[in-house]
């Protein structure tokens, strides 16, 4: 999107009054990297910065949450240190293989997640 809060205000316009919007976004600007590059990202965001873009558009903010922190650190080894644009089969073999358990843990890590869901209201 080259400009967020225009696309949030036409999504605004789109919807009757009492309508919901559901964002997925990337979270963390010092995250972005080659994986990002590669995936046509021309930025990641913060929590504040999406509540900001939301309510500049008319929204108002119901929920802003961080999801998928187990992830992180191998996107920061991938995308980040090694400079990579895809993760190796052997990295996504073992990602499957832990997902279930890692998922009932996620909350304890004590970083933020890759990813943001956020939902505002008309």
Sequence with gaps: MEDPTATLRAAYSTLRPGGRIVLQLPLGKKRFGSLDH???????????EVRKMMEDAGFRV?????FNRMS????????????RKRFSRLQLKVLDTVLPLMRRIEGIWPWKGLSLIATGVK
């Design 62 to 66: 119901e929920t802003i949450t961080d």
């Design 72 to 83: 992180v650190p191998g996107w920061l080894l991938n995308g980040k240190l090694l400079g």
């Design 38 to 48: 590669e995936r046509g990202r021309r930025t990641r965001f913060e929590a504040d």
